[in-house]
């Protein structure tokens, strides 16, 4: 996949969460900040929208108050860069878990709130892309006393990569609202001109491969790339670091830098690399 446009999904695909209507039924494109239906000209990618289930004696309006309350957040941050809407969606001892699958894995990426806040002050210090398409299905969402979980998919469009991937969160019930504790990630599958890659044990195995050859041939965009496409942002911002250490590091290279270090949440660095990137 060309670089920038993995760079461009990453930062906008890789975290945009299943959203509801008050029905609990959602299929829908991202909205412009002026509350218009869709986001720029990006069509809408394909999911099948399904309903919320109650699960016990918990009603389920209480299982759409879980749901609006991460949909706004997040729709407040990803779409209108809203940090402090964005933010009060999160628990002082909330984690965010950036995989490669459900189950836990050793490419596991996990974040604490203030490195999700330090980042995401990075990433939403810019205008928001216009071009960028989403969808919500399969919410479920379990409600027990102060605690709830909540699973579901999206599908993204963004700059003609469409994205699939799946959340987990564990949430808590405060005196001010629903709070996450935990968010978990992972990518389902995506697709961009006609190529899909469907994430499995077959498709990790291949992307490692990848990234074997391309230490093997010894060129340090190529390791980065395969290293971004693989899901190992830990390594892909280390690399990042020693590709703008060279002498014919680019604009390119340091937004690249950037990137990671949002991915990994090492804010000071997503901001100096980003500087460096706009630099004349």
């Not at 604490?112 to 990075?122: D, G, L, W």
């Not at 959340?167 to 190529?195: C, F, I």
């Not at 899901?231 to 290279?253: C, G, L, Y």
């Amino acid at each position: 996949m060309d670089l920038r446009l993995l760079v461009v999904w990453l930062a906008l695909g890789a975290h945009v969460l299943v959203g509801c209507q008050s029905d609990v039924t959602h299929r829908s494109a991202a909205p412009t900040p002026s509350g218009s239906s869709q986001a720029g000209t990006a069509a809408a990618p394909s999911v099948t929208p399904t309903t919320v289930p109650s699960h016990g004696p918990e009603p389920v309006s209480e299982a759409e108050v879980v749901v609006k309350t991460i949909e706004q957040a997040m729709r407040a941050g990803l779409q209108r860069h809203d940090l402090g809407a964005y933010m009060s969606l999160w628990a002082d001892d909330a984690t965010l878990v950036v995989a490669r699958r459900e189950t836990k894995g050793r490419y596991d990426l996990s974040l604490t709130r203030a490195q999700i806040e330090a980042s995401r002050k990075v990433r939403f210090s810019v205008p928001p892309v216009t071009n960028f398409a989403i969808e919500f299905a399969d919410a479920d969402v379990k409600v027990e006393g102060d605690q709830a979980t909540m699973t579901w998919l999206v599908a993204t469009d963004v700059g003609g990569v469409d994205a699939k991937i799946a959340e987990h969160y564990e949430l808590r019930k405060t005196a001010t609202g629903w709070k996450v504790t935990l968010n978990r990630y992972w990518p389902v599958q995506h697709s961009r001109q006609g190529e899909t890659t469907r994430y499995d044990t077959a498709s990790w195995k291949r992307l490692d491969d990848a990234v074997a050859a391309a230490k093997q041939a010894g060129n340090g965009r190529k390791v980065l790339v395969a290293l971004i496409a693989a899901w190992r942002f830990a390594e892909a911002h280390a690399q990042a670091k020693k590709v703008t250490a060279q002498p014919d590091a680019t604009a390119a290279d340091w937004q690249t830098r950037s990137a990671m270090a949002v991915q990994v949440g090492d804010g000071k660095d997503a901001a100096a690399a980003r500087a460096k990137a706009v630099q004349p």
